[in-house]
């Protein structure tokens, strides 16, 4: 299993401010996964991130609202731009095994005032 | 397009008790279902993958069940504990993609 650390785990924001969150993982990767969790809400999948790739978005999802860099195979960060209360989530990224099983890192819970 | 419904909602049951939580999925032709488990406000743990060609796995209490055909699987806590307190998700992986569509997740009580 990898192990994922998520920076920051909480944050408190303005509208109109960006927030960028970073994911770190223990071991080499090649995709790693966005997701987003609206209060009382399921997880729905953002973009999927591949190493030297532009991300892959999901319906509902722009690359402007929702930029993410994946510089090297163990980092990757999602900026949440020009944020609205309806931002108000928790954001998890994650990791997919060789056998696809996902590996969730802790989550970064965000409120935005 | 696939859908994951999860029934009940929320359970609560007194400690010691058996207990089945249910998913279902719309699209049988799925890669494979994971199980996890998510404290409020926290990450997920995975619990148990299942392989679209594998019909159970088992770690510990927990037993996972997988029918493709009928588009169901089940989650099975045996002697639930006040810590088996928790949402559980249950996530079905598209068949030629590394995307994962969660469903709505059953919410767990047990009480002491």
């Known amino acids: 299993s990898a192990v994922i650390s998520q920076k920051p785990s909480r944050d408190i924001c303005q509208r109109g401010t960006s927030l960028t969150i970073q994911c770190q993982v223990d071991?080499?990767?090649?995709?790693m996964f966005w997701y987003r969790q609206q209060p009382g809400q399921s997880l729905t999948l953002i973009a999927t991130a591949n190493q030297g790739s532009e991300a892959t978005y999901e319906s509902g999802f722009v690359i402007d609202k929702f930029p993410i860099s994946r510089p090297n195979l163990t980092f990757s960060t999602l900026t949440v731009s020009n944020m609205s209360p309806e931002d108000s989530s928790i954001y998890l990224c994650s990791v997919a095994s060789g056998r696809n099983e996902q590996f969730f890192g802790p989550g970064t819970r965000l409120t935005v005032l | 397009k696939q859908e994951v419904t999860q029934i009940p909602a929320a359970l609560s049951v007194p400690e010691g008790e058996n207990l089945v939580l249910n998913c279902s999925f719309t699209?049988?032709?799925?890669?494979?279902l994971q199980w996890f488990r998510q404290d409020p406000g926290k990450g997920l743990t995975s619990l148990l993958l299942i392989q679209s060609s594998q019909r159970e796995q088992t770690s510990g209490r927990l037993n996972a069940s997988l029918d493709k055909s009928s588009g169901r699987s089940t989650l099975y806590i045996a002697a639930s504990q006040p810590g088996d307190s928790a949402t559980y998700l249950c996530a079905v992986g598209l068949t030629g993609t590394y995307k994962y569509i969660f469903g709505t997740g059953t919410r767990l009580k047990v009480l002491a």
């Open positions: 699209d049988s032709a799925i890669y494979n």
């Open positions: 071991s080499q990767v090649t995709m």
